[in-house]
């Protein structure tokens, strides 16, 4: 079955960019420690990695985090979501105006622009029809940004969390949770490193 897994990295204080993001600093200042997990060594960090991946049927995330990894310093071959690691699936963006070009056009992109319940729908369809393709259980993964990941928890379309949560703090930047619905969740799986602790939560409602 394919679930809608919310899965991002987010600093000590609640943060998963530091502050002044923008295009040509996706992560704002001091917010490349949030990402130091994915390109460690340790070997349950690099399974943390691989398995998010492979598992990836669609990925959905927000006009903001396209125009960075779409940017001149965005995604290239040795750098971007399963770089590496496993066969590239297919990216729904939800914007309100889709780009006049894309950069990286060996990447499978779906411009959403009637909201992230339908960008949400377009990927699950992307990832059953990758599911029924590979012969197995493929989920749809909300990379973010922030406010795309936030809002999916706030409208209830988010069946899982899993938080990167990195030691440092930020101090200021992209809160992830601001407002909404209180949810309950339920923790699934917690592995730690010297770099992240890794922590996945089914979300109950």
């Known amino acids: 079955m394919t679930r809608i897994i919310a899965d991002i990295s987010v600093s000590l204080d609640g943060f998963v960019t530091g502050p002044d993001p923008g295009p040509l600093n996706g992560l704002g200042t001091g917010g490349e420690a949030l990402h130091t997990w994915a390109f460690s060594?340790?070997?349950?960090?690099?399974?943390?990695?691989?398995?998010?991946?492979?598992?990836?049927?669609?990925?959905?995330?927000?006009?903001?985090?396209?125009?960075?990894?779409?940017?001149?310093?965005?995604?290239?071959?040795?750098?971007?979501?399963g770089a590496g690691e496993v066969g590239t699936p297919a990216f729904v963006v939800v914007t309100s105006s889709p780009p006049e070009s894309v950069r990286t056009t060996n990447?499978?992109?779906?411009?959403?622009?009637?909201?992230?319940?339908?960008?949400?729908?377009?990927?699950?369809?992307?990832?059953?029809?990758?599911?029924?393709?590979?012969?197995?259980?493929?989920?749809?993964?909300?990379?973010?940004g922030g406010a795309t990941v936030g809002s999916a928890l706030d409208a209830g379309l988010v069946d899982a969390l899993t938080l990167h949560l990195a030691p440092v703090v930020l101090g200021s930047g992209t809160?992830?949770?601001?407002?909404?619905?209180?949810?309950?969740?339920?923790?699934?799986?917690?592995?730690?490193?010297?770099?992240?602790?890794?922590?996945?939560?089914?979300?109950?409602?």
Request: proline content about 4%.
């Open 107 to 144: 990447l499978d992109w779906t411009f959403v622009t009637t909201g992230l319940p339908d960008a949400v729908t377009a990927a699950r369809e992307r990832a059953e029809a990758a599911s029924s393709a590979g012969g197995k259980d493929l989920d749809v993964i909300l990379m973010g």
């Open 41 to 81: 060594d340790d070997p349950d960090d690099r399974r943390v990695l691989r398995e998010g991946t492979s598992r990836s049927g669609a990925v959905v995330l927000g006009r903001h985090l396209f125009d960075v990894v779409d940017g001149p310093r965005g995604w290239d071959d040795s750098v971007g979501y």
């Open 175 to 205: 809160a992830l949770f601001t407002s909404g619905a209180p949810r309950t969740l339920v923790q699934r799986s917690v592995i730690a490193t010297s770099t992240a602790t890794h922590l996945t939560y089914d979300v109950l409602g």
